[in-house]
């Protein structure tokens, strides 16, 4: 539609992910350089799709000049595309812009297949979204707007993107709590040194080098740029006097550098700049480079009040750490580990036990490491990848990337390797990720632990020394359970029959882990947390970022030959160490107006090989196959989570999103243009569950659900 005049007025509404357990720096680092210049920005959060016709009301009834919205990831990309098209399609004749890492590392692609757009800011955006803002109401050419990409190029090049900000964050009028306490979010530095091939950060910081390009400037020296210790401490002590904050996350992801030297003497600037605005006890969570852990720099975490680290370990062998290009030795590692457990610090790190570049045999090296890590937490998780990386640029030069936008993966090169793969997502989905699990026993050892610091009643040494020991039961379980997954993707198996052997797995998984849930959680209901609530401390203990399977619909093999051959009353698959429930579905899915059916028996172009292998791996849905839409090429299922804000997403035989639903009621989630948005906002996503591979990509994604 064509746009209209931009109404008089200098209000700015700017919408992002934000559940109300956090908040969201990068929007509200934006909404303060817009205050500080004397517009009027309103920060709307936008969780899950069920949000997303109140947010554009919302943002129509406060006429702004200008919307801004956070496309930070390929997680949360779809629900702000789609708010971004619903708001055009609702008659917003106003400037939209968008920012973020994605934004920023896929501002082409963005730009060219989303038309309700109309610049993306790059990098830093707090400054140059104040310049668009003062344009736009001046009506003067946008070519001028530092860091602002249109489809006329990219104007100038964004020299806030190397300089710390010195705004703080517009916080929101009550702050998120960690049951009960007051907590906050704080960045400390802008950028990262580290070269990762997978990483979104090291991705961000190789595209400034196209900035350095339209400003004119040479090559310079890359790494974390660091905002002043007395500006970070300022900040710090307004939230400790002026909100009563009591626990701060450092979000920098390797603020303190590889060098001990340097991060101990951070360490000591910044404990005796608090120590003079009279900051008294915090509770602190950061992450750290394993490298820079020396006993000096673990005293001085000591002595912050530092009680959890996320070390970026990544790797337990020498082969894993160079090709990941990680810092260090494993044997280093495991030292500065228990330095910091010696101090109270709860250490916890990834394994990226599956790799593009390893074979079964690498993971296999990783998993036996593990014996060595019992007492602390520790998560095994597969390579991901970014659109925008180097790892993204080379598993497409070499034929393994698989997958478009939101739906972006890659495929083992060996079958076993792939095979293991598949069993880990499904396991990982079904509670051997720790974000899955309720409560998080990493998040019960930080409570405990801030209980402690904070001497609130019935917080005791005796209660975290038991948790601890927990903790090592549980990883001992995971681990053997990992094993077990190892050996299944070298067995003699049919698809058929791995599949159902991973099932197995899975169901014998949460036999095993579910009865930790309630010795973790009774741990936290003696202690006297703040304020009241009805609930018991471990349900209100929850991770912003809670991971859900999309278990979608499933191509041909799935049951879909053998119409009306299914029991009347069909078998309820339950997860109870996930709260979920899988359940057959009567009603059908409709698809895109341009989709055309496909017949029920139709095999999406797989050979016989193929659809044997889709079949072995979700047989256990061929139940449903006479309530399944054709849309769906087969047999579907929906995954009941027990929370309010939980969905299902549908998928066709192209791997396209062809429906949402809601997973406590099993109805359209959306209607009408509101579902046309988002159905548009992922049409260019595709899920590789779909693509045909040998052993199916478990349907699996970390989505966003309420909190």
Not at 170 to 186: D, F, M, Q, S
Not at 229 to 237: G, K, S, T
Not at 245 to 271: F, K
Request: overall charge negative; hydrophobic content about 45%; glycine content about 8%.
């Amino acid at each position: 539609m064509a746009k209209q005049p931009v109404a008089s007025g200098c209000d700015v509404v700017l919408v992002a992910y934000e559940p109300s357990s956090s908040e969201h720096l990068g929007i509200r680092l934006v909404a303060a350089g817009l205050a500080a210049a004397g517009f009027r920005p309103l920060v709307l959060p936008l969780v899950t799709p069920a949000q997303l016709e109140a947010t554009v009301r919302e943002t129509l009834a406060a006429q702004p000049f200008l919307v801004g919205a956070s496309v930070t990831d390929p997680l949360v990309a779809p629900l702000l595309l789609a708010f971004v098209r619903l708001l055009r399609a609702r008659g917003y004749a106003g400037h939209i812009t968008i920012g973020g890492a994605l934004a920023t590392l896929e501002r082409g692609n963005l730009l060219a297949t989303h038309p309700a757009i109309d610049s993306v800011v790059r990098h830093a955006g707090e400054a140059s979204i104040v310049e668009l803002a003062h344009a736009l109401c001046a009506g003067h050419s946008l070519d001028d707007v530092a860091g602002l990409s249109t489809r006329m190029g990219e104007g100038k090049g964004n020299p806030h993107a190397f300089t710390p900000s010195r705004l703080w964050p517009l916080r929101a009028a009550e702050p998120p709590t960690l049951l009960g306490i007051p907590k906050a979010a704080v960045a400390a530095s802008r950028g990262c040194a580290g070269r990762c091939a997978y990483c979104g950060i090291a991705a961000l910081e190789q595209d400034l080098a196209r900035e350095r390009g339209l400003l004119g400037l040479g090559a310079g020296p890359r790494g974390a740029i660091l905002r002043p210790v007395d500006d970070l401490a300022d900040e710090v002590a307004a939230l400790y006097h002026e909100r009563a904050v009591r626990v701060i996350q450092l979000v920098d992801d390797n603020l303190l550098g590889p060098d001990p030297r340097a991060a101990r003497a951070w360490l000591g600037d910044l404990e005796a700049a608090l120590g003079k605005r009279r900051v008294g006890k915090l509770a602190w969570r950061l992450m750290v480079e394993p490298t820079a852990l020396s006993e000096d720099v673990a005293d001085a975490l000591a002595r912050l009040g530092t009680l959890s680290v996320l070390i970026g370990i990544e790797s337990l062998t020498p082969q894993g750490k160079s090709a990941l290009g990680r810092r260090g030795r494993p044997d280093a590692d495991l030292i500065a580990l228990r330095r910091l457990a010696r101090r109270g610090i709860d250490p916890m790190f990834n394994v990226l036990a599956v790799r593009p570049d390893g074979t079964l045999a690498d993971t296999g090296a990783e998993l036996a490491r593990l014996a060595e890590f019992d007492d602390f937490a520790w998560d095994v998780i597969p390579v991901a990848v970014w659109p925008g990386t180097a790892l993204a640029h080379d598993l497409a030069a070499n034929g393994m990337l698989v997958g478009q936008g939101a739906g972006l993966a890659w495929r083992p090169a060996e079958a076993e390797a792939e095979r293991f793969l598949f069993a880990l997502n499904r396991l990982r989905l079904g509670g051997l990720a720790w974000l899955t699990r309720q409560p998080n026993p990493v998040d019960v050892m930080f409570a405990l632990r801030v209980a402690g610091r904070l001497d609130l009643p019935g917080a005791t040494r005796d209660r975290i020394e038991q948790a601890s020991v927990l903790l090592a039961q549980v990883q001992r379980v995971r681990r053997s359970i990992l094993d077990q997954a190892l050996a299944l993707a070298t067995a003699q198996l049919s698809a058929r029959e791995y599949g159902q052997a991973v099932e197995a797995l899975a169901g014998q998984a949460a036999n095993r882990l579910s009865p930790f849930d309630e010795r973790f959680a009774s741990l936290l209901d003696d202690v006297s947390w703040p304020g009241t609530h009805p609930a018991r401390p471990a349900r209100r203990l929850s991770s912003p970022w809670l991971a859900h399977g999309l278990l979608m619909a499933m191509t041909a093999g799935c049951g879909a030959g053998s119409p009306g051959k299914h029991d009347a009353n069909p078998p309820i698959f339950q997860f109870p160490d996930a709260g979920v429930t899988l359940v057959k579905s009567d009603a059908p899915l409709s698809a895109k107006p341009d989709t055309q059916p496909i017949p029920l028996d139709a095999s999406c172009g797989l050979g016989d090989a193929q659809t044997a292998a889709v079949d072995g791996s979700c047989n256990w849905f061929s139940t449903l196959a006479d309530s399944v839409s054709p849309y769906t090429c087969g047999s579907m299922a929906i995954v009941q989570w027990d929370r309010p804000g939980s969905y299902a997403v549908m998928i066709d035989c192209d791997g396209r999103a062809v429906e949402l639903l809601s997973m406590l009621d099993q109805t359209p989630l959306l209607t009408g243009d509101a579902r046309q948005a988002w159905l548009d906002s992922v049409a260019n996503d595709r899920w590789p569950c779909l693509a045909g591979q040998t052993i199916q990509f478990m349907c699996y994604v970390s989505l966003i659900m309420a909190q």
